[in-house]
């Protein structure tokens, strides 16, 4: 018999994650918080998905949370994708678009689930934006997980309301983001391509959007020392309830197993050794070089990468991620790591390491990264400056934040946003070199971050911001 709301007084959660890992991972991480305060929470996800995150779920289920995963078929062989492609990441361009319509093929197969389990409660990614129909059918609340944090919320908040990109004559001049608490400014080449010249995708985000004003409200993986100010804009901004309930990351992985399996079903082949050799390095001595979970460099790029890092003199752990078929990296790649590792000075790991383990290492001192929401939060958590290298999404409005707001970064001087799969400008080693110095060297600049960073980090796990969601009552009086 299916239990109705009536008979329980465990608030019953579905709880449906996106499919790539910079949305999956915290969206889980989120889950699982919602368990740890009582909630009974069901993840609905594919098979393959699931295997990312399974054994963290089944070590919470087995400790006594109420905790488990439902997954649904995905329809592989009807898109005309591999067996086990089930996300977007590692996904060429041309299987992306058959992904994309796989997930929307489950689509009807999810709403049926969700109308059989009969939760009290939807919390899905922003890009599901028929959820919201669901839980209205349903009358439950429909909470959005939102991938970025307040600050890009607000920014892009704010180009959409008065479109200052459209008040300047060149797309290099500056121009600043309206309504803001602090003066930040952009230019228009930053801006994301579909916003100034509107496509498919942007018809998807004024969908989000829409979808986003009919919800009960937002969940946001951020903490209120690192944007509180941009918290409470956005509600304003907005007239939404919005709630920071990060760093997500910290409050479920406790212990290694955790933090290790977080993301990918992997071990890392080298796990002892790197650990070994972070041992090895002294406090604070060793950037943390890696571009997300996506994004992939053609060798042009790597190649600036390497030298650029050999001619900082500092030390590094760089994650590397080849584009498929791209053998010239082959060619000059494992001569590197052979010099690397003879002079101690880097450390390779191949496709994905456990970020959250290695950022949390006594050695590490900084890291670069693409300015990915999850990446910035993760490394100001762990109390750690950054060099800000945005790509694509909303990277750039997150590079700002880490800039203007926070004063923890430094940029490597990224003109351009590109889509994920595009090849910007090359970024020359002379300029990673030069940030990678400023940022890893004894200067007051590099000191005045990192001390700000530090207490960034202390902010982030000295009290949790999020007992403002777990101990909200779900009414209409807010
Ligand atoms: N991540 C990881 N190991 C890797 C690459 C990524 O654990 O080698 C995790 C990282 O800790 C973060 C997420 O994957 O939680 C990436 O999210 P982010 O927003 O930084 O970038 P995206 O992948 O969405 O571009």
């Known amino acids: 018999m299916v239990e109705s709301p009536a008979d329980h007084d465990v608030l019953k ?27 009974d929470v069901t993840i609905i996800t594919t098979p393959a998905n699931a295997l990312t995150f399974q054994k963290s779920v089944d070590r919470d289920f087995n400790s006594g949370r109420l905790i488990r995963t439902h997954t649904l078929k995905f329809p592989a062989a009807e898109v005309g994708v591999p067996e086990g492609v089930e996300n977007f990441n590692n996904t060429s361009p041309e299987m992306t678009s058959k992904v994309y319509l796989g997930v929307s093929m489950l689509r009807e197969p999810t709403q049926q689930l969700i109308e059989d389990l009969r939760p009290d409660c939807l919390i899905t990614d922003m890009f599901y934006p028929w959820a919201v129909d669901v839980a209205d059918k349903l009358g439950i609340p429909r909470l959005i997980f939102q991938g970025p944090g307040s600050f890009g919320l607000s920014a892009m908040h704010s180009i959409k309301q008065y479109e200052p990109f459209k008040s300047v004559t060149s797309d290099t001049e500056t121009f600043p983001l309206p309504g803001l608490p602090h003066k930040v400014e952009m230019t228009r080449l930053q801006i994301p391509k579909w916003v100034r010249e509107p496509n498919g995708y942007t018809q998807l985000m004024g969908r989000v959007k829409d979808s986003e004003r009919r919800s009960y409200g937002s969940l946001v993986n951020s903490f209120y020392d690192f944007e509180g100010p941009y918290e409470e804009h956005y509600r304003k901004a907005t007239g939404q309830r919005v709630w920071s309930i990060g760093p997500v990351s910290v409050w479920v992985n406790q212990d290694a197993a955790d933090k290790v399996g977080r993301g990918q079903d992997l071990v890392a082949e080298d796990q002892n050794s790197w650990l070994n050799w972070l041992n090895s ?8 070089v890696s571009f997300g979970s996506m994004a992939k460099f053609p060798s042009a790029q790597l190649l600036e990468i390497a030298h650029g890092l050999e001619a900082s003199g500092h030390s590094f752990i760089w994650v590397v991620r080849k584009v498929d078929g791209d053998d ?8 590197f790591e052979k010099k690397m590792k003879e002079n101690n000075k880097g450390f390779i790991i191949r496709n994905w390491a456990p970020q959250l383990l290695i950022l949390d290492h006594p050695a590490i001192g900084g890291l670069l990264n693409h300015s990915g929401w999850n990446s910035v939060l993760e490394g100001a958590t762990a109390g750690l400056p950054m060099i800000t290298w945005p790509l694509y999404a909303e990277h750039f409005y997150n590079e700002r934040l880490v800039l203007d707001v926070l004063k923890i970064g430094v940029p490597v001087g990224v003109k351009e946003w590109k889509n994920l799969h595009e090849v910007g400008e090359l970024v020359r080693r002379d300029a990673i070199a030069k940030a990678i110095k ?41």
Do not use: C
């Open 281 to 288: 390095k002294e406090k604070n001595s060793v950037l943390y």
């Open 328 to 335: 010239d990296v082959d060619v000059w790649l494992p001569d």
């Open 438 to 478: 400023l940022l890893m060297g004894s200067g007051e600049e590099a000191e005045v971050m990192r001390k700000k960073a530090k207490e960034l980090g202390v902010g982030a796990k000295k009290g949790y911001s999020g007992w403002r969601f777990f101990s909200y009552q779900f009414d209409s009086s807010d």
């Open 13 to 39: 959660i579905i709880v449906l994650p996106w499919v790539t890992s910079g949305h999956m991972i915290p969206m889980v991480d989120a889950a699982r918080l919602f368990a740890m305060h009582g909630a």
